[in-house]
Structures are given as C-alpha cells and as structure tokens.
C-alpha cells in the first residue's frame, strides 16, 4: 500500500509539475567517461561536448564518474562544479580518478576522500586479489543547501578482470559505509563490472536496494549500461545505484543518446532523481 501511495505521489508531481518537490529532490548520476586513450571519432576533444551535452540535458546535480583522469574532471567541472576525489595512483592527481561532482550552489562537502580497495586501503596504488588495476572508491558526506539533510555517497570502479577484486573490494566498500554513515542515508555508485546475478551485485544489494528495483516510475532506456562505442548489445547492465531505506528513488534513467558524432562514452549514464526522506 504505502509503495502504490508513493507511486501516486511520484506521479503527481510529474504531472502537475509541483514547485516545492524539485526545491527537495536532485539528480544523481554515475557515468563511466571512458579515459583519454581512443582515435577519432572517439577522441576526448570530440567526445568531451557530447558528455556535456548529456550532463546539461538531464541536469546532473550530483555524479559520480569513473576513468576519468585529472584533465578529463577540470573540462567537466565549468563554473558549476566542484569535485571530491583522488587519482588511483596517489591518491592525488596520477591516474584514474572515481570522483563525485556536485553543485556547488546546491551541495556542501562536510568531509571525505578517498581510499584503496585492496588489502592495505590508506597505501595509494596497492594491488590486491590478482587485480589488473589498482582499484579505489571515493567518498563524500554532503549537506544540501536547500534543505538542510546530510547524505553520505561513495562512487567506484572495480575491476574488469579478476571476481576475486571485485567481490573482495565490494565487501571492504561496503564495510567501510556501514561504519561510516551511522544512519545517515547512503547511496553507492559505480561501474561494478559485475551483472546483476553477480556475487559483487549481491553484496552490494544485501547493504541497499538497487535503485532500479525500487524506483516509484518505470526504468526509461536501455538497459545495458556498457556498449563499447555501439559494438556491443547486451541484456544486462554492470553500472548501478544503490540507496539506502532512507532515499526514496522517483526515477531511473539510462540515456543512450546517440549524436550523428558518435557517442559520448562507452558506457551510458545511470541517471536517478533521488527524495531524502
């Protein structure tokens, strides 16, 4: 009963476009930008307006990225941006970054950072569980300047290669957020590399609920995430949104634009518009 009151609720508020529910809701987004190394048409400076572009249209407040290097996160950042985040190698600015950006006129950053997953998390560049890479999530708590509320958001990459990383590094990103967000509401995002039958897909979902599953509107878009630039047509998606009880999840999104250049990315963005209850 109270998920058919909400989903009554979700549709009112698309309907009649009510002004006071987007003052309390935002959007919140994971998008795997692909790192810097493809030819035309699929070079960063060709693809760099075209994750704008996308961002823009669906008016990210909040997101999470992953591969994307230091240069990479100073193109997306524009006046409108700030970012929380560290680069696998040094935890600085050498290598790949999962960092979160966010508005700075809607969202403060408390406190966070980031940390390896792998068996020695404070040393940057470690390599655990036969990982082809070092692997890394980055954390913020955020207060909503709009509100008030505080919500703690992790975002990932974990490894294309080794099950073991993957379900070793999911376990410690887990264990690390029950520690550290004592009840506040949680979300957790990233390119798992994993399939929703996953054991990885299994841990996370046993902490939080895929925000797919129980998103108040039906899921729009493709449902694979990982398209390889269009190569590739798959039944599943490796790219997700986990939410805690707390965060009511109005809607689910995959954007799988397609510009006459070519596409953003290789993978498409996961998009939500999240409600701190």
Known sequence: MKKI?????????????C???????????TFNIRCPVDKTPNTWQERKPRCLAVIRKNQFDIFGVQEAVRSQLDDLLGDEFLFIGGGRDDFKNKGEFSAI???KDRFELIRGGTFGLSEKPSVPGYKSWKTAYPRIATWGLFRDKRTGKEF??????????????RINGIKLLVR???????????????????????PTYQTASSLLNDSAKVSLTPHVGPVQTFHGFGRYVRTYPIDFIFVSDEIR??????????????????????????HLK
């Open 101 to 103: 950006l966010y508005r």
């Open 152 to 165: 703690i958001y992790y975002n990932t990459h974990l490894d294309h290669v080794s099950e073991l990383a």
């Open 5 to 17: 009151l909400f989903s009554a609720l979700a549709a009112m508020f698309l309907l009649c476009g």
């Open 249 to 274: 999840v109005l809607s689910h999104k995959t954007d799988g634009t397609k510009f006459p250049e070519g596409f953003p990315s290789d993978h498409y963005p996961v998009i939500t518009r999240l």
């Open 176 to 198: 690390h957020a029950s520690e550290n967000a004592k009840g506040k509401p949680l979300i957790i995002s990233g390119d798992f590399n994993a399939k929703p039958t996953s």
């Open 19 to 29: 002004k006071s529910i987007p003052q309390e809701t935002f959007t919140l987004a």
